[in-house]
């Protein structure tokens, strides 16, 4: 119960009533209700969790896509070492925990009335509101990278179709053929992802096609697990992976998409085959319920996942800020539960316990050869901030057992979470 | 060290505006900042950048504890006859680097 809904349910029956028997009153009121936006990791755990803590909530998950296409381990696909089915998940399972799906989009939200409204023109009314809605890309953040030019030159930053578009490029191309990537400045989603796809395209360049070379532009000097990728780099793929780093010039400034060129200061490249991930927000439902800021993302209570800018709605995964912590998978479940032990204590008008908070990223460089990150986290004036000496990263001189045995533990950790999530 | 990229065309019109654009990899340390051992860390920026062309300066910055590590520096000249273009950074412990580009003036 929230204390709005104790003074609704208050002013429905005396007063005094209950104020001396407030159990009475919650009691008769109708079950709590919870809407959840955006089925991937952090949506779909938290609709689950929040039933699982409190089996009186009424939950409902809007999700408009019918199946979930995981991005974790979708660089496997793009290299052709992977099928896509293997990242596709169902929603079927979620009635099991009794979470109502409504499939469609959200259209709006209306924070002072507390309603959404869907696509379907359905209008839901909540309690408490979890905006899990993931990222959009900036079609305005690129000059000439436009969503045509993604048919050209495809992202592939939310698997599916683009995954395939970007593996059927590579397979078409000729040996010889230069590939071509683009990486955007902080933050975005999946912060070694550019580079473990860098990796794994490499792998496939140097399986398939020898001749081949990769070149990735980085609008940045400094990326997640450097030392490991530039090291594995070195060892596994001379000359045929070059990363060039913002101070040598490697911030791409526009694209062309007829001619599949990166423009950056100071040259042109053309590329055969051409891979833009371009800078990115907040998904729209956020910038509409009014919880994104400036910079296109959503802040948040560290504790709570709330919103700091509109009551009663709660942002988690890649759509909200979350200070040092990433935007992955892992982080956005850990996140879901918190957020949802969160909602429950809220709405029992509760306090909320400082959560603490595991992110762990696994890359694949290659297919036996794993490196992975992990941190811990704890809320600190206002962010969620690095705990100091906890966590860390694969060391840098592993023999390759070690390297096999990482790559081993990234297959177990998607099976393990997918199948908490969807299964 | 020192690893300047610039961006000048080849090839201009007579009197007509072009960009230059300039950047160089090098640190930036404030001189503010104590090292592990308490003492202060030598200031390390790069103090000045000039652009002379054919000997003439047309353009110069003096830089200060602010600016960034590997400044990225884009102005706009015109040329009215062919010539060198010579770009020069000057900086803390003896650090120079200098680019040379030529430019065809068209009429």
Redesign the interface.
């Known amino acids: 119960m929230t204390s709005r809904r104790r003074f609704l349910a208050s002013t429905a029956a005396a007063a005094a009533a209950a104020v001396l028997a407030p159990h009475v009153a919650s009691a008769q009121a109708a079950a709590a209700r919870v809407v959840v936006v955006g089925g991937g990791f952090a949506g779909t755990t938290c609709a689950r969790t929040l039933r699982k803590l409190d089996p009186a909530l009424s939950v409902t998950l809007v999700e408009a896509n019918a199946d979930f296409v995981a991005c974790p381990f979708s660089n496997e696909v793009i290299a052709g070492l992977r099928d896509l089915k293997q990242q596709q998940f169902g929603y079927t399972t979620l009635a099991r925990d009794g979470v109502t799906l409504a499939h469609s989009s959200a259209t709006a939200v209306d924070p002072g009335g507390r309603t959404v409204t869907l696509e379907n023109g359905t209008r839901l009314s909540f309690d408490r509101l979890v905006l899990a809605p993931g990222i959009d890309l900036r079609w305005d953040g690129l000059p000439g990278y436009t969503q045509d030019a993604a048919e050209r030159m495809p992202h592939a930053w939310k698997a599916g179709a683009q995954t395939l578009l970007l593996r059927r490029q590579l397979e078409a191309m000729d040996d010889g053929g230069v590939v071509v990537m683009s990486a955007p400045a902080n933050p975005f989603r999946c912060p070694p992802g550019p580079y473990e796809r860098a990796s794994l395209i490499a792998y496939y360049l140097k399986t398939k096609k020898p001749k081949s070379k990769l070149i990735l532009l980085d609008a940045k000097?400094a990326f997640s697990k450097q030392r490991l990728f530039q090291s594995a780099w070195a060892a596994l793929y001379p000359g045929l992976l070059e990363w060039v780093g913002?101070?040598?010039?490697g911030k791409v400034t526009s694209v062309e998409p007829s001619s599949l060129t990166f423009i950056t200061?100071?040259a042109r490249h053309k590329a055969a085959v051409a891979n833009v991930i371009p800078p990115q927000k907040a998904a729209r439902i956020a910038e509409l319920a009014g919880v994104a800021d400036r910079t296109g993302w959503c802040p948040v209570d560290p504790s709570t996942f709330e919103s700091t800018l509109q009551s009663g709605i709660h942002v988690i995964g890649d759509a909200a800020i979350m200070g040092a912590m990433p935007k992955s998978a892992f982080a956005a479940n850990a996140q879901a539960k918190a957020c949802a032990a969160a909602v429950v204590a809220r709405l029992a008008g509760q306090g909320v316990a400082e959560p603490r908070l595991i992110n762990t990223c696994y890359s694949l460089v290659a297919p036996d050869y794993g490196i992975s990150v992990a941190g811990v986290y704890r809320p600190t004036n206002g962010q969620l901030a690095d705990i100091a000496g906890a966590g860390g990263v694969s060391p840098l001189d592993a023999d390759a057992a070690f390297r096999a045995q990482e790559a081993l533990y990234a297959q177990g950790w998607f099976k393990t979470i997918t199948a908490e999530v969807f299964g | 060290m020192g690893n300047a990229l610039i961006n000048v065309p080849g090839t201009v019109k007579r009197g007509e505006a072009f960009e230059i654009k300039a950047l160089i990899s090098h640190p930036m340390e404030t001189g503010f900042r104590a090292g592990t051992n308490g003492t202060l860390i030598p200031r390390n920026i790069i103090q000045r950048f000039t652009c002379t062309y054919n000997g003439v300066e047309v353009f110069n910055l003096v830089l200060s504890p602010a600016i960034a590590a590997n400044p990225f520096i884009a102005f706009f000249t015109v040329a009215t006859e062919s010539g060198k273009l010579v770009l020069r950074w000057t900086g803390d412990d003896g650090f120079s680097a200098e680019e040379t580009a030529p430019i065809t003036v068209t009429s």
């Open positions: 000097d913002l101070s040598a010039g200061d100071f």
